[in-house]
């Protein structure tokens, strides 16, 4: 893995706020921290026997949603694949909610029917959660479609991982978004391998923001473990996209920590490229060291913080494995609509 930016030389990259306020930046530390204790309780439940199927953890990956949704208005909309627990939660979907889902339970967001993959909140504008590599982009281009006919100035956010990008349906819609200048964002989370498969071997051209190109599409390559750069970004396409310029391409380079899920042990890469991205890149590490030493957070702020973060994460547990399962006859629900 190339050399990357050390965590003492990241702390001077932003003398200044940028697009947040002391404020939103407190949330949004606090939104990556919920995102990653989420996760990890996830997967401990999930190791517990009391997750099934499959579970794919964002782990690594929360400056990304965080940074790009911290820009997004309430008509926007968002539609993700597998890897989608802290795309809900950066929707301020309800923690209790997502986990209950997870477990199967009536509560849950599907009803206990959709589990991991599969959960939505029209309430939140959540499209999903999709288990199909790729299906949702072009789903996400009928949302965007929608936004421009209905004229509600509202953005479709469509995130994919570098996998799902060589998939041929995402070009079509690359092709329809771009001659109808519909209001969409493609993102695509670069978090170097698709399933256990490095880029450099599955990608011929591993600079995704030049996918587009061929459609007239303007595309950026960002750094996704700095939130600061992905705030920015997020600010750029919004406007883009919302004053009808048509849609554009965000190729944002994170990392994941855990394997592609809970059942792969990520034997292709080693304990060392894993070691030094936490130790150096870490996005929630990077930004609570940056509101340190530019006193923006104090230390009973920050325990505040991670005490509100501890405390969701157990009472969101605690509630996913008391609350009931399904009934029976939820087989025959949601099947049809009228």
Same mark, same amino acid.
């Given at each position: 893995?190339?050399?990357?930016?050390?965590?003492?030389?990241?702390?001077?990259?932003?003398?200044?706020?940028?697009?947040?306020?002391?404020?939103?930046?407190?949330?949004?530390?606090?939104?990556?921290?919920?995102?990653?204790?989420?996760?990890?309780?996830? #997967?401990?439940l999930y190791g517990? /026997?009391?997750?099934?199927? %499959?579970? @794919?953890? =964002?782990?690594?990956?929360?400056? $990304?949603?965080?940074?790009l949704q911290s820009?997004?208005?309430?008509?926007?909309?968002?539609?993700?694949?597998?890897?989608?627990?802290?795309?809900?939660?950066?929707?301020?979907?309800?923690?209790?909610?997502?986990?209950?889902?997870?477990?199967?339970?009536?509560?849950?967001?599907?009803?206990?029917?959709?589990?991991?993959?599969?959960?939505?909140?029209?309430?939140?504008?959540?499209?999903?959660?999709?288990?199909?590599? #790729?299906?949702?982009?072009?789903? /996400?281009?009928?949302?965007? %479609?929608? @936004?421009? =006919?209905?004229?509600?100035?509202? $953005?479709?956010?469509?995130?994919?991982?570098?996998?799902?990008?060589?998939?041929?349906?995402?070009?079509?819609?690359?092709?329809?978004?771009?001659?109808?200048?519909?209001?969409?964002?493609?993102?695509?989370?670069?978090?170097?391998?698709?399933?256990?498969?490095?880029?450099?071997?599955?990608?011929?051209?591993?600079?995704?923001?030049?996918?587009?190109?061929?459609?007239?599409?303007?595309?950026?390559?960002?750094?996704?473990?700095?939130?600061?750069?992905?705030?920015?970004?997020?600010?750029?396409?919004?406007?883009?996209?919302?004053?009808?310029?048509?849609?554009?391409?965000?190729?944002?380079?994170?990392?994941?920590?855990?394997?592609?899920?809970?059942?792969?042990?990520?034997?292709?890469?080693?304990?060392?490229?894993?070691?030094?991205?936490?130790?150096?890149?870490?996005?929630?590490?990077?930004?609570?060291?940056?509101?340190?030493?530019?006193?923006?957070?104090?230390?009973?702020?920050?325990?505040?913080?991670?005490?509100?973060?501890?405390?969701?994460?157990?009472?969101?547990?605690?509630?996913?494995?008391?609350?009931?399962?399904?009934?029976?006859?939820?087989?025959?629900?949601?099947?049809?609509?009228?």
């Amino acid at each position: 893995m190339s050399k990357q930016t050390s965590r003492n030389d990241a702390k001077t990259t932003h003398p200044t706020l940028g697009h947040f306020t002391k404020e939103s930046l407190h949330k949004a530390f606090y939104q990556m921290l919920l995102i990653r204790r989420f996760e990890e309780k996830a #997967g401990q439940l999930y190791g517990m /026997g009391l997750i099934g199927g %499959f579970c @794919h953890l =964002y782990i690594g990956q929360e400056a $990304v949603v965080v940074g790009l949704q911290s820009a997004m208005q309430k008509q926007d909309t968002v539609i993700t694949s597998y890897r989608d627990h802290g795309h809900m939660l950066a929707c301020d979907m309800e923690a209790r909610g997502v986990m209950a889902e997870l477990t199967g339970r009536a509560t849950g967001y599907s009803k206990g029917k959709g589990g991991s993959m599969h959960m939505f909140s029209r309430e939140k504008n959540f499209f999903g959660g999709h288990g199909i590599v #790729g299906a949702q982009i072009s789903l /996400g281009t009928g949302m965007a %479609f929608a @936004h421009k =006919y209905n004229e509600d100035n509202g $953005v479709c956010m469509a995130y994919m991982g570098d996998g799902a990008a060589n998939q041929g349906q995402v070009y079509e819609s690359f092709n329809m978004a771009a001659l109808w200048k519909l209001p969409i964002i493609y993102v695509i989370e670069d978090n170097e391998y698709a399933m256990g498969t490095s880029v450099c071997r599955s990608a011929a051209l591993s600079d995704f923001s030049k996918r587009g190109e061929a459609y007239g599409i303007p595309g950026r390559t960002i750094d996704g473990m700095d939130l600061f750069k992905v705030r920015e970004a997020s600010e750029w396409a919004l406007n883009h996209t919302r004053t009808g310029q048509g849609p554009v391409l965000l190729h944002i380079k994170t990392y994941r920590y855990r394997g592609h899920s809970m059942s792969d042990p990520a034997k292709y890469r080693t304990k060392e490229e894993v070691e030094d991205v936490r130790q150096n890149r870490d996005p929630i590490e990077n930004i609570k060291h940056y509101m340190e030493t530019h006193k923006l957070m104090t230390e009973d702020e920050l325990k505040a913080i991670e005490k509100k973060v501890k405390d969701i994460v157990n009472d969101c547990a605690e509630f996913a494995q008391t609350s009931p399962e399904p009934d029976a006859s939820e087989l025959y629900t949601d099947v049809l609509i009228d």
